[in-house]
C-alpha cells in the first residue's frame, strides 16, 4: 500500500482534547478502509503567517498513513467537510518516517535549551536600570551649543 503525511490545521478556539477526538475519529476512517496510521503528531497551537477564515493561530496535526488510496480519498472528504479544518494537505511519501518530525525535533530542542528568561548571557555585565542616563557624568565633553533655527 502506498504511504501519505497528512497535515490538518484545526480552528484556534477548539481545545486540545477536541483535537485528539478528530484524530481518532479520522484514525478510525483510515481503518475502516482497511489502512493503518502509524503515527500521529500533535505540534501544538501555533501562529500562521496569515489569517485564515479570521483565524490567526491552528492547532496542527500530522497522520502517517499506510492505506490505499480510496481510504485517502475518503479521509479527505470528511476533512473537507468538518468546519473544524480550516486547511489539509495530503502528500504520498515513498517510505513511513520513521523518527519525530523536524516539527518535533525543534519542540524537543527547545526543552533542551531550558527557559533561558532570567538567565545570565555569558560575561556580559550587568547593565542595571536603564534609567540613570541623566545621573552620570560627561567626562571631559563640553556642554552643547544651543541649536539656531
Excluded at 81 to 104: H, K
Aim: proline fraction near 7%.
Amino acid at each position: 500500500m502506498p504511504f501519505y503525511e497528512h497535515v490538518f490545521l484545526a480552528r484556534q478556539d477548539l481545545a486540545a482534547a477536541q483535537v485528539e477526538a478528530m484524530t481518532e475519529t479520522f484514525s478510525r476512517i483510515i481503518a475502516d478502509g482497511n489502512g493503518t496510521v502509524a503515527s500521529n503528531e500533535y505540534w501544538g497551537l501555533r501562529s500562521l503567517a496569515y489569517r485564515i477564515a479570521k483565524n490567526r493561530k491552528a492547532h496542527y496535526v500530522m497522520l502517517s498513513i499506510d492505506a490505499p488510496a480510496p481510504a485517502v480519498a475518503e479521509l479527505e472528504r470528511q476533512v473537507a467537510l468538518n468546519e473544524d479544518i480550516i486547511r489539509y494537505m495530503t502528500v504520498r511519501t515513498e517510505t513511513l518516517p520513521t523518527e519525530p518530525s523536524a516539527m518535533m525535533k525543534r519542540g524537543e530542542r527547545e526543552r533542551e535549551r531550558g527557559d533561558r528568561d532570567g538567565a545570565p548571557r555569558g560575561d556580559r555585565p550587568d547593565r542595571g536600570d536603564r534609567g540613570d542616563r541623566g545621573d552620570r557624568p560627561r567626562g571631559d565633553r563640553p556642554d552643547r551649543a544651543p541649536r539656531a533655527y
